[in-house]
Nanobody, 112 residues
Framework: QVQLVESGGGLVQSGGSLRLSCAAS????????MSWTRQAPGKGLEWVSG???????YYADSMKGRFTIFRDNAKNTVYLQMNSLKPDDTAVYYC??????WGQGTQVTVSS
């Protein structure tokens, strides 16, 4: 079991930026496939981005060019840099170690 703790959420105006962090427990973080998923109010889960241990990165089409995922294996942390935020990006953002565990989520609210 992996413990994941997200941080960095908050309230930001449309067009602004936020950087989410997800700190993981364990000594083999570098082998994990990590992802970010979000859930907007009243909607289902929406996959945002994923990063493999070999550095391959994938984004949902609506996030390409605005969001950047990266990881620091020395710090057991994965990040999601979000730029040009829109009100539609308002959601609870969850990180996950694929096949292992999910974090508790961090709220992102984008005001218009």
């Amino acid at each position: 079991q992996v413990q994941l703790v997200e941080s960095g959420g908050g309230l930001v105006q449309s067009g602004g930026s936020l950087r989410l962090s997800c700190a993981a427990s364990g000594s083999i973080f570098g082998t994990y496939v990590m992802s970010w998923t979000r859930q907007a109010p009243g909607k289902g889960l929406e996959w945002v981005s994923g990063i493999y241990s070999d550095g391959r990165i994938y984004y949902a089409d609506s996030m390409k060019g605005r969001f950047t995922i990266f990881r620091d294996n020395a710090k057991n942390t994965v990040y999601l840099q979000m730029n040009s935020l829109k009100p539609d990006d308002t959601a609870v953002y969850y990180c996950a170690a694929i096949g292992r565990d999910w974090g508790q989520g961090t709220q992102v609210t984008v005001s218009s």
